[in-house]
């Protein structure tokens, strides 16, 4: 049986994206967001996860819906 995962790499992109057109940097969203820089790149090149709680508070600094992000995401899966 085939379990479908989330891919990281593609989470990374579409965090990148709403980023990107905010026009704010790294530094920037991960202040509002409450999260260490590094963790937000790390997460942008998809070498981590982002907790549901983790996804939340970038969602709310980039001032979109959760459901937004997963559309988002949707179209680059």
Do not use: W
């Amino acid at each position: 049986m085939y379990i479908a995962t989330l891919d990281s790499i593609k989470v990374g992109k579409t965090v990148a994206y709403f980023r990107q057109q905010k026009g704010i940097s790294q530094e920037v969203l991960s202040g509002l967001a409450d999260i260490g820089r590094s963790h937000l790149s790390a997460i942008e090149r998809g070498e981590r996860k982002p907790t549901l709680e983790t996804l939340y508070r970038i969602c709310n600094a980039l001032d979109i819906k959760m459901s937004t992000f997963v559309l988002k995401l949707e179209e680059i899966l």
